[in-house]
């Protein structure tokens, strides 16, 4: 979260729209294991053969043979195993009683040492038919789990229409929590009379009270901002609506729940953008020649922490002209860490990316956090990317 308390402020994209009566079902089917760990017991295989001719008689390698229903239990399904099974006790017969490949008599197949051998490789390939079983158990678990996340997540967080009038509207939106994709940040962009109206949000916390909290904001918000002219006036609104809700739960831990927000209004016929910010990072103003953070003027305290401190959120109002772009974006963005520890240094690599449409610079964002990062992000991350069109109408006189 981003708040000091005096001073200054401290799926990707998603297209796509629900029709009436839609059904939405449940249930896909397991991942397919990567071509490699499907391979992997060919690559065995192919190991043994290789050591087996060099070996001396003495040393039977094809013992390895053994725990070949186990590496296939990495990569396939039971009857795969089963079948991997009854191949590694057949080869390891072939294995032992064929002079022209083990340099060894028939009698060998027979010997107690290969018969072990066998019962061992029947035993480890029931042990890995029954991993198997469970392996596909708990991804189809996962992939039902991934599912119902993807469902929840494009009820909480609609897609947001790519071009509102005059003004493209481009989201990106990654969760740290891989297994569930569904976090705590929040964001939406309605068309009112007052002007195209964007959100931004941050909820603290992580998993389901996180995901409770932004329901909450998401809907008060929807309800209430048609109605209110002020942006500060809609997030005093939003701020009650928040602090109710903190009363309505037993014990202490709503209290805790708290939002950072920022709320963009951007007035085409004025050419201006209008902005409060209550404890959340500063958005950029992204021009042609020029990328700056619209820092606030006062700084103020995120939402449902408002009545601990009492401070008033402020707008402010910059120039919004033709081919202009804000980029609001919450703290994930920011936190992320490089190897050597060293945050993201969003301001400057935006100012060299030179300029972009809102959907190309999302894509170009979300490439570069994941190279920075090693591919491990460990924050959720949302962004909203806004652009006044090139050939947006002069306002009247």
């Known amino acids: 979260m981003r708040w000091s308390g005096s001073g200054r402020g401290a799926g990707q ?81 072939v294995l032992a009683g064929t002079p022209c490949c083990a340099g060894r008599s028939v009698g060998y197949m027979w010997d107690r040492h290969y018969v072990a051998a066998y019962v061992c490789t029947a035993l480890i390939g029931t042990l890995g038919t029954f991993l198997a079983v469970h392996r596909r158990r708990r991804e189809l678990t996962l992939a039902n789990v991934r599912s119902v996340a993807e469902i929840a997540q494009r009820v909480l967080l609609r897609p947001v229409p790519r071009r ?29 009379a007052h002007g195209v109206r ?40 939003l701020d009650t609506s928040m602090t109710r809700r903190a009363s309505q739960l037993a014990g202490s831990d709503m209290d805790e729940r708290f939002v950072t927000v920022l709320i963009a209004e951007i007035a085409v016929e004025d050419r201006v953008v209008r902005i409060v910010n209550c404890g959340h990072p500063p958005p950029l103003l992204i021009r042609r020649d ?45 936190e992320t860490r490089g190897p050597d520890g060293v945050f993201y240094p969003l301001l400057e690599r935006v ?32 962004a909203l990317a806004a652009g006044l069109v090139s050939d947006a109408p002069a306002p009247p006189n």
């Open 290 to 334: 020029d990328v700056r953070e619209l820092e606030p003027s006062r700084s103020a305290p995120p939402l449902n922490l408002g009545m601990l401190v009492g401070e008033r959120c402020r707008v402010d109002e910059h120039s919004f002209l033709p081919g202009d772009q804000l980029l609001l974006y919450t703290d994930g963005v920011t």
């Open 198 to 237: 964007l959100l931004i949000g941050d909820v603290r916390g992580k998993g389901l009270p996180a995901v409770e909290t932004a329901a909450t904001l998401l809907g008060s918000f929807r309800e209430v901002v048609h109605e209110v002219p002020d942006l500060a006036a809609l997030a005093a609104r």
């Open 164 to 192: 509102i009038g005059d003004v493209l509207v481009e989201s990106l939106y990654l969760s740290a929590a891989a297994e569930a994709r569904i976090g705590g940040d929040l964001y939406e962009a309605v068309r009112t």
């Open 13 to 93: 994209g998603r297209d796509g729209g629900r029709g009436r009566g839609a059904t939405v079902g449940v249930g896909p089917g397991a991942p397919t294991p990567p071509t490699w760990l499907r391979r992997l017991p060919l690559f065995y295989v192919a190991g043994v053969l290789v050591l087996e001719p060099i070996t001396p008689v003495e040393w039977p390698v094809s013992f390895l043979l053994i725990a070949l229903p186990l590496v296939a239990a990495f990569g396939h399904g039971p009857v795969g195993v089963l079948g991997v099974t009854v191949f590694a006790i057949v080869f390891l017969g």
């Open 351 to 382: 100012r060299g990316w030179g300029p972009l449409e809102p959907r190309p610079l999302l894509d170009r964002l979300h490439r570069d956090l994941v190279a920075y990062s090693g591919d491990q992000l460990h924050d959720d991350i949302a």
